[in-house]
Structure formats: structure tokens, C-alpha cells
């Protein structure tokens, strides 16, 4: 069936008979990382049990009818067996969040759903609604679809967005979010020095016995329920009592902005954390008014506007080769290969925003030539200040004026990924 689009609603039974499904979440962005969850609601749509917030901190609900699966090509996926829900959960909200930036800041986003997954990989796509990052604005949340009951279980495409994070949409649905503990300085601990004995020591009087285990409270008499606690779990392990605290390792991981300010410099920086390739972010933008071009026996005559085109030739590990561009309308996918994705041809020179190219899945890629010519407008790129930011989702950017002396004036060869 074709993508469904906001606002569209299709119920369950018209996609499949099935009452088991795979719901799969996926945002390419900027982000170093996007929270995907699911809210399970009461029929007054309220989170009325912090056990049904299925998230990064808790990942089944109690009797399994939603769980979080591992994460695969990028995709979250929950599986959903409708069952076993309990009759007091009457929705299902799937939503993303985003620590830091915005979702207006993302290339493209889905939600699909499937039947016949193995753990969250593979199945059958009945129904895919995708997003983009101008459907929103600031947002640091969004909204993407409800699973919910109504004499049969239906879908609604809702693409919603809501303007602050996940603690925010815990506390809309009605949740209570557990406060992050406060850091203490660490101060370091006194060396006992022996104390001179008495001469004649005072009588002492017995202290009362102490029938609770060191460090543990007596249990109160009835427990409230407890508030969802959306802290990241750490990896680091706690130290031993009597033991130093863990140091921090010695050559941690900078998040660093090269900037290359001369004509012909170069320089390089690794896109890949680790083992777990990211997605990169390559932006192109110049100063829209105020270029030149050779008029009448070779002086420059001024433009209104000019006209720079972003554009890459690539070749995929399995010997693919191929050119993404806006001349003819080659603008990629975030769905199929080669996983890069031109946004715009902006012809206009008005859009702030630059060009952007998207390359989604650069473990799939055996390299990639980033490059930029000029259509209209001006005869060279540094008349227009031309500049290209390449940035990766753990924050390493490079910035390149594109002046370099030993280029053509009117194409220039940015970088080799």
C-alpha cells in the first residue's frame, strides 16, 4: 500500500490478521542519538502505570504484550501482541525524542509496521508513514503514531510535534519522572590518627542494638508507586567500599570542529566512532546575493542571486557506482541504495539552510567524492563566500572555504570519504 500521511488512519485488520506486530521507529539526524518509545494509555489517555512506558530503562511491559527488541540497521522496533494487552491499555503512542538540538534539524524519519519479524529483523512491511525534518520546528519531541482501540485495533499517522523532551511527554501522559541524583564533589577521605587513651576513662553506657542490616532502612509500611526514572543507565561499574573511584579514561573522546582557512590546506578526521559507522552530514552554502559574473568584454557584472549545486559520485562495497545530484532529479533515498540523499535543489538562493547531502549508511560504502559546481551567478566560488561543513552525529565537524587556487573557478572537489 502506499506511505500513509499525517493524519490518515487504516485499521489493523485491513493490513493483516495477525495480532502479533512489529512496530519499527527509525530517525537519521545529527543526534548522536534519537530515544524512541512507546506509552501505554488508559482509555482517559493517561499513563496510569509506569510499568507500560516500554523504553531504553524498562523494555517489556509486565506480561510481555510490548517489547523493546535490539536495535537493527538503525531501526527500533517493539513487538506488539494485541493478545495480551490488558484491557486497560486502550493506546499505544509511539514517540521519538532527542536529548539535544531539534527535529527540524533531521533528514527523514519512519514508522513501519510489519509481520513475520525475527526479533526485530526482517517481516513483512504492511505500512510505512515516513517524516521529515520540515515537518517540524524546535521540537525536541515528536509524536509518530498511535496504535489504539476502537471496537478493532486501528493505526493513525500522527507526526506531531512537542516542544519538550522525553521527561516532558512522560509528564504530559500523567508519569512521574524521578529527578536525576545530584553530584557530590568527591573529597577525600581523612587518615584516622590514633587517639591517646585515656587516664581514667569515663564509664561508657551500652548503645542500643542495631537490628537492620548496615545501610538498609526499614521497608515503610505501604510503598508508592515508584516514579519512571529516565537517567540512562551507566556502564561504568561502582566502586567497592574502601576503594578509589574509577578514573576516567586517560585519552577521552573530543568532539572537534577543523576548520580549514587556507587556500589548498587540507585535512581529515575519522566519521566512524568505533565500530558502529554514523550517519554524516555534508552542507553547502554561500552567500545568496551579491555575486559576479564576466559580462561584456570580461568585466564583472553583478547578479542578483547565484545558484551553487551540491551533488557526489560514490562506489558501494559491492562495486556499485553512481552520481547523486539534483540534474536530473537524481536526488537518492533514505530507503534504498545507495542510503544517500540529497534534500533540495535550491534554485531560488533564498533557502538559509544551504544544501544538504545525507550519507545514511556509509558502512555499506566503499567511497565517496563529495563535490559542488556552480550553475548561475557567479563565475567563481570565493565572490560568494562558498563554505561546506561536514559533520558526523558525535559532533566532529569540518568547515572548508571553498577557495582552493588549484580547482576550476566554476567546480570544485570538496572531499574523499
Not at 517489556?60 to 484491557?87: C, I
Not at 501522559?173 to 577525600?188: D, L, M
Not at 545530484?325 to 530507503?335: E, I, K, T, V, Y
Amino acid at each position: 500500500m502506499p506511505d500513509l500521511i499525517r493524519g490518515q488512519r487504516v485499521k489493523i485488520a485491513d493490513l493483516t490478521p495477525a495480532l502479533h506486530l512489529e512496530i519499527g521507529v527509525r530517525v537519521a539526524g545529527p543526534a548522536h542519538e534519537y530515544d524512541v518509545s512507546a506509552f501505554g494509555l488508559d482509555p482517559a489517555g493517561k499513563l496510569s502505570d509506569d510499568r507500560y512506558m516500554v523504553f531504553y530503562n524498562q523494555k517489556s511491559s509486565p506480561e510481555g504484550a510490548v517489547q523493546m527488541l535490539p536495535q537493527s540497521g538503525g531501526e527500533t522496533r517493539f513487538a506488539v501482541d494485541l493478545s495480551k494487552m490488558p484491557k486497560a491499555v486502550e493506546r499505544l503512542m509511539f514517540t521519538a525524542s532527542v536529548d539535544s538540538g531539534a527535529f527540524s534539524q533531521i533528514s527523514s524519519g519512519h514508522l513501519a509496521v510489519y509481520v513475520g519479524g525475527n526479533g526485530g529483523v526482517g517481516g513483512t512491511e504492511l505500512a510505512r508513514f515516513p517524516f521529515y525534518g520540515a515537518d517540524f520546528g524546535s521540537e525536541r519531541a515528536i509524536i509518530v503514531a498511535e496504535l489504539y482501540l476502537k471496537d478493532v485495533w486501528r493505526m493513525s499517522a500522527v507526526g506531531q510535534g512537542f516542544a519538550g523532551g522525553l521527561d516532558a511527554l512522560v509528564a504530559a501522559y500523567g508519569g512521574e519522572v524521578k529527578a536525576a541524583p545530584a553530584t557530590q564533589p568527591v573529597t577525600p577521605m581523612p587518615v584516622p590518627q590514633p587517639a591517646p587513651a585515656p587516664v581514667n576513662p569515663a564509664p561508657v553506657n551500652p548503645a542500643p542494638v542495631n537490628s537492620q542490616r548496615p545501610g538498609v532502612s526499614p521497608p515503610p509500611l505501604a510503598a508508592p508507586p515508584s516514579p519512571v526514572n529516565t537517567q540512562r543507565p551507566s556502564s561504568a561499574p561502582a566502586s567497592l567500599p574502601g576503594q578509589a573511584p574509577a578514573q576516567p579514561p586517560s585519552a577521552p573522546i573530543r568532539l572537534t570542529k577543523v576548520t580549514l582557512e587556507k587556500q589548498g590546506q587540507r585535512a581529515s578526521i575519522s566519521l566512524t566512532k568505533g565500530s558502529a559507522p554514523q550517519p554524516i552530514h555534508v552542507n553547502l552554502n554561500w552567500d545568496k546575493g551579491g555575486g559576479t559574473r564576466k559580462g561584456l568584454f570580461g568585466l564583472p557584472m553583478s547578479v542578483a542571486a547565484s545558484d551553487l549545486d551540491l551533488g557526489c559520485m560514490y562506489v558501494m562495497k559491492d562495486g556499485e557506482m553512481g552520481a547523486i545530484q539534483a540534474l536530473g532529479n537524481r536526488f537518492g533515498s533514505d530507503r534504498f541504495a545507495p542510503y544517500i540523499m540529497l534534500d533540495k535543489d535550491d534554485r531560488s538562493g533564498q533557502d538559509e539552510g544551504g544544501e544538504n547531502l545525507y550519507i545514511l549508511r556509509p558502512e555499506l560504502i566503499q567511497q565517496v567524492l563529495v563535490f559542488a559546481f556552480i550553475y548561475e551567478g557567479t563565475s567563481d566560488f570565493t565572490s560568494v563566500n562558498g563554505r561546506l561543513n561536514i559533520k558526523d552525529a558525535g559532533g566532529n565537524e569540518i568547515a572548508i572555504k571553498l577557495n582552493n587556487p588549484d580547482a576550476p573557478p566554476n567546480v570544485l572537489r570538496h572531499c574523499h570519504v
